[in-house]
Structure formats: structure tokens, C-alpha cells
T-cell receptor, first 114, second 108 residues
Framework: DTGVSQDPRHKITKRGQNVTFRCDPI?????LYWYRQTLGQGPEFLTY????????KSRLLSDRFSAERPKGSFSTLEIQRTEQGDSAMYLC????????????FGQGTRLTVV | SQKIEQNSEALNIQEGKTATLTCNYT??????LQWYRQDPGRGPVFLLL?????KEKRKERLKVTFDTTLKQSLFHITASQPADSATYLC???????FGAGTRLTVKP
């Protein structure tokens, strides 16, 4: 499978715990996005990378959220001290800017904070 | 900051009719606009991209228009089928901010 993959698909965690999600983009794609989506809403932009550089981070994100993309390949999204309001689907997408530009999404990681 | 609005949360139509979805934006002049389809529990899937110098683009039963004066894109599905039922999202160029989406239901 050469699409975008996300791991894990589902995560249940207790409030206050830290969680980390991984995204493997399509290999030649230089841009990588993270989104959060709750039921009935569109994907909410969190952050994006151009290669290994994090170019933008949503003001909606608290300091509990951090993302990395070492070496411009896979990316991780960490949420520290999770809260019940963090329960959502976390989506990753990648694109090759300047070559079509359309984004390809992974299946997402569904986080439930109990 | 830029804002994207999709005309309605839900649209119900009869099979065979044309569905028309609207995406409006403000405070921005995108170089292109994208439309995606999302089914429940899955990530969005790219459908069409239209650039600012293109008035209209077609793909099979899909048609997208882009009016940079009105700051609006229309997304049409002709001869709609129940399998077209999904949420449709628009996004502004590689800024990749999405609207809230319109949930389309095509009734047989």
C-alpha cells in the first residue's frame, strides 16, 4: 500500500496521559498536514510541514500539542496531559506541492479520552 | 484571516437530480480551490481542483465552477445516485483549510 498510513487506528487513553500518533506520508510528498475532526464538523487544521520544517501551527492548539517531522519523512503528533475534549479523529494528509497539489489523507487515528 | 463557508450543513435530493453545493470564501484570493468527498469514519478523498484562471472543470458526472469575483465555487453532481451520499468539503489552495462540509443525501 503506497498511500498515507496512520498508526494506531484507535487509541483509548485515560485523562492526563500522553499519547503519540504516527503518520507515514506518500514517500515523495514534501508537504504533510495534521487535522483534528469531531463528529459533524470539517477537518480542523492543526499544523503543516514542508519537508522537515513546521511552517504553521494553528492558534487553536494549546502547548500540549506538538508535532515533528524529522528528516522530512514520517511525522508524529503528541498530545500531553490529554483532556476529554481532545477526543476526536486525528487525520494526516500529504501532498506534493507544485505537482497536482491534491492532498491524500490517511484513515485517521480515533482518540478517545476517558 | 480567511474564512470558508459551505452553504448548508445538509442537502437532500432525489436520485437522478443534480446536486449543487456552494463554497464561499472571504479575505483571501486562492490560486486554486479543491473539493473532497468524505464518507463516515474515513479520511477525505480528493475529487477536483480548479485554478483561478479556470471557469469550469468537469470529471465524469462532476462539475466545478470558480468565480473569483463572487469568491465562490459551485460543485455539481449530475444524475445523482444514492452512492453519491457523503459529505463534500472544499479547501483553499495549498493553505488546506476546509469548510465545515455539506452532507449530501441522495434518496432512491
Amino acid at each position: 500500500d503506497t498511500g498515507v498510513s496512520q498508526d494506531p487506528r484507535h487509541k483509548i487513553t485515560k485523562r492526563g496521559q500522553n499519547v503519540t500518533f504516527r503518520c507515514d506520508p506518500i514517500s515523495e510528498h514534501n508537504r504533510l498536514y495534521w487535522y483534528r475532526q469531531t463528529l459533524g464538523q470539517g477537518p480542523e487544521f492543526l499544523t503543516y510541514f514542508q519537508n522537515e520544517a513546521q511552517l504553521e501551527k494553528s492558534r487553536l492548539l494549546s502547548d500540549r500539542f506538538s508535532a515533528e517531522r524529522p528528516k522530512g519523512s514520517f511525522s508524529t503528533l503528541e498530545i500531553q496531559r490529554t483532556e476529554q475534549g481532545d477526543s476526536a479523529m486525528y487525520l494526516c494528509a500529504s501532498s506534493l506541492v507544485g505537482q497536482g497539489d491534491e492532498a491524500f489523507f490517511g484513515q485517521g487515528t480515533r482518540l478517545t479520552v476517558v | 484571516s480567511q474564512k470558508i463557508e459551505q452553504n448548508s450543513e445538509a442537502l437532500n435530493i432525489q436520485e437522478g437530480k443534480t446536486a449543487t453545493l456552494t463554497c464561499n470564501y472571504t479575505n483571501y484570493s486562492p490560486a486554486y480551490l479543491q473539493w473532497y468527498r468524505q464518507d463516515p469514519g474515513r479520511g477525505p478523498v480528493f475529487l477536483l481542483l480548479i485554478r483561478e484562471n479556470e471557469k469550469e472543470k468537469r470529471k465524469e458526472r462532476l462539475k466545478v465552477t470558480f468565480d473569483t469575483t463572487l469568491k465562490q465555487s459551485l460543485f455539481h453532481i449530475t444524475a445523482s445516485q444514492p452512492a453519491d451520499s457523503a459529505t463534500y468539503l472544499c479547501a483553499l489552495d495549498n493553505d488546506m483549510r476546509f469548510g465545515a462540509g455539506t452532507r449530501l443525501t441522495v434518496k432512491p
